[in-house]
């Protein structure tokens, strides 16, 4: 039984940084795609980024160059780094795992539970 533990949330001010991790534990199979969305307030859920298993990265126009997607497979961890916060990035983040090694946004299979981040 695969689960996603999510850490790293918070309360940060505009320009700040944060650091979100997503542990995989009970996973044993081949690297797969890795990905972070979020959901602010009366919105809908969003992708953030994604990594495939190759390591190849995919951001959505609103993080990129402020946000880092990264991974440590030994540790079956993935990371998003957030840097120079706006705002409007106040949202819940979720991690999820995809089914493949390709990302796509039909194939994640499992999430974590999201951790809240706040930025006034």
């Known amino acids: 039984h695969v689960q996603l533990v999510v850490s790293g949330g918070g309360s940060e001010q505009a320009g700040g940084h944060l650091r979100l991790s997503c542990a995989a534990s009970?996973?044993?199979?081949?690297?797969?795609?890795m990905g972070w969305f979020r959901q602010a307030p009366g919105k809908g859920t969003e992708g953030v980024a994604a990594m495939d298993s190759d390591g190849s990265t995919s951001y959505a126009p609103f993080v990129k160059g402020r946000f880092t997607i990264s991974r440590d497979y030994a540790k079956n961890t993935v990371y998003l780094q957030m840097d120079n916060l706006e705002p409007e990035d106040t949202a819940m983040y979720y991690c999820?795992?995809?089914?493949?090694?390709?990302?796509?946004?039909?194939?994640?299979?499992?999430w974590g539970q999201g951790t809240q981040v706040t930025v006034s």
């Open positions: 999820a795992k995809g089914r493949y090694g390709y990302c796509n946004e039909r194939y994640f299979d499992t």
């Open positions: 009970g996973y044993t199979g081949r690297p797969v795609c």
